[in-house]
């Protein structure tokens, strides 16, 4: 029994010793306790005006196009003109499909694969708050309700008229100012900047700007794929809207700006599971209804979920997170081949971290009875996915039929599923002039792969290139990363500079090796 003992005793030992070398020897990023402060760009009243204009046109899109006001998005793509004379006259001017924008600005050589930089124009309602953020996983460090004084007053209510472009403390009011009508003012801020510069492209530039990236892109971003695949048009790198700068502090621990570029974006499918019962009066029920049918099928999708998983820009992620950790939670990332169960079930237990680590599974809808005393003779139920890369939506529809095993079902997707992106490398110029422009500007910012969580106009462009960054270069606190889809979005002035700053760098500054003026 002794020998036994001092073989456990032996045994736990070296585990804990190889526990902590692993742990002391694990890539963790390196990080400075303190964060230098940005670089302010000044901004001409000119380029403020600008902007300011163009969140006064009410270009909301609905899933209903019908309800689109096409006279504000003709407006709009007028106003651009008049505001941008240079650039509409020495850039090639194309519209596809009547509200599509797309700029060509030829380069030196046509040998060199083109660049593409995407924004849309579209804006979501301004009475809509969308918790789910459709875009990118801006709100995933999302404030609890209560730790910021400011924070019910900032979205209680419009400050400004949401389509006033009100010019106040140091910030651009408006619907539409950070998602996403900045970055595409920013981009051709920086166009025109450079064209009165003299600057003519290595290569040929691209800039799509689209009409309804907020429902889909079914009528901007999937034509302009479709145009450039038609014209043989294949991009080295694309750009787009996607991850923020979070501010220093926001990942606790991490007393740094964190960039987080998204890397890919997850697909999203919605199935209805139509669940068939017996029909009639409530006074006779059957002892199973279509309802409770429903109930236990709901239960199995919710309680048996598709399992987690850490896809490499998520490994990196945590690589940067953990280093603001105390050593047991080193010590859990660093040995996950022990501890990853714990680390999942943590990470399952808050839904932002949780939406990183696996396809989600959200019921939206239900439909049964009209009647309170009417038995429905068929409940639909819909469940919203939101597809993990690496898996599809068959593997999605799997699940569920897994799930219903034991009724009789009937099962179908009501809108053409998205299936996840690629995985663009985070090697290769694209990805490496990104964290050049940032040391410029956000000196001291750490650069971190990451996954997008909603979707984005780049979703259709999965065969135009291999190299997709979804990243906007704006310093975000968690309050300003919650004024997207609220009320009182704004851009302040500093990061409007910052970003033209950012978008002249890259435009100027992609084919020169690192360093070169």
């Known amino acids: 029994m002794r020998k036994l003992l001092l073989v456990l005793a032996a045994g736990l030992l070296l585990l804990l010793a190889v526990l902590v070398i692993r742990t002391s020897v694990h890539p963790f990023a390196t990080l400075s306790p303190n964060q230098p402060d940005p670089v302010k760009v000044p901004v001409s009243d000119r380029s403020i005006d600008r902007l300011s204009k163009g969140l006064q046109f009410e270009t909301v899109s609905y899933a209903d196009s019908s309800q689109n006001n096409y ?3 003709k407006a709009f793509r007028q106003h651009l003109r008049t505001a941008y004379p240079r650039v509409f006259a020495q850039l090639h001017d194309t519209l596809l499909q009547e509200h599509q924008i797309l700029l060509h600005w030829k380069g030196r050589s046509a040998e060199q694969k083109p660049l593409l930089f995407m924004a849309h124009y579209d804006v979501v309602h301004p009475g ?35 389509f006033s472009g009100r010019v106040a403390d140091g910030r651009i009011y408006g619907r539409g100012a950070l998602d996403n009508k900045g970055s595409l003012f920013s981009m051709l801020e920086a166009i025109d900047t450079l064209l009165a510069q003299g600057f003519v492209p290595e290569r040929d530039y691209y800039f799509g700007f689209g009409p309804d990236e907020e429902v889909g892109g079914l009528q901007g971003a999937y034509h302009l794929a479709e145009y450039l695949k038609a014209n043989n048009i294949f991009c080295e790198t694309i750009y787009d809207e996607g991850g923020i700068i979070a501010a220093a502090g926001t990942v606790e621990g991490v007393s740094q700006n964190l960039a987080l570029v998204g890397m890919a974006e997850k697909g999203v499918v919605a199935f209805r599971i139509s669940v068939k019962g017996t029909g009639g ?15 236990i099928i709901i239960q199995r999708l919710e309680t048996n979920q598709l399992p987690q998983r850490l896809i490499d820009p998520m490994k990196n992620f945590l690589n940067i997170a953990g280093a603001g950790m105390g050593f047991t939670g080193r010590m859990a990332i660093a040995n996950r081949w022990l501890f990853e169960d714990l680390l999942f079930r943590k990470m399952a237990a808050v839904p932002q971290t949780n939406a990183l680590t696996r396809t989600t599974t959200a019921i939206t809808m239900l439909k049964g009875s009209e009647g309170m005393n009417v038995l429905p003779p068929a409940v639909d139920v819909i469940v919203n996915f939101r597809i993990l890369p690496g898996e599809t939506s068959d593997d999605v529809l799997a699940h569920i039929r897994k799930a219903c095993e034991g009724f009789d079902v009937e099962i179908d997707a009501p809108r053409i599923p998205v299936e996840p992106s690629k995985l663009s490398p985070t090697t290769g110029r694209g990805y490496e002039i990104i964290g050049e422009a940032l040391q410029q500007l956000y000196p001291g910012t750490i650069q971190s792969p990451y996954v997008t969580i909603g979707a984005t106009d780049s979703k259709h462009m999965g065969e135009v290139s291999d190299r997709i960054y979804r990243f906007m270069p704006a310093l975000l606190s968690p309050v300003e990363q919650r004024s997207i889809h609220n009320f009182n979005e704004y851009i302040s002035i500093d990061n409007y500079g910052r970003m033209i700053a950012y978008f002249t760098h890259v435009m100027r500054h992609y084919d020169n090796a690192p360093g070169k003026k």
Do not use: C, I, R, V
């Not at 910021?148 to 949401?162: G, L, M």
């Not at 409530?282 to 279509?290: D, E, H, R, V, W």
């Open 128 to 162: 809509t708050y969308d918790a789910d953020d459709a875009h990118s996983g801006q709100n995933m460090f999302d404030l609890e309700e209560g730790t910021d004084t400011t924070t019910a007053q900032e979205f209680s209510e419009w400050k400004f008229p949401p």
């Open 71 to 73: 006279e504000a998005y």
């Open 281 to 295: 009066h409530s006074s006779m029920p059957p002892l199973q209804t279509a309802a409770g049918k429903a109930a």
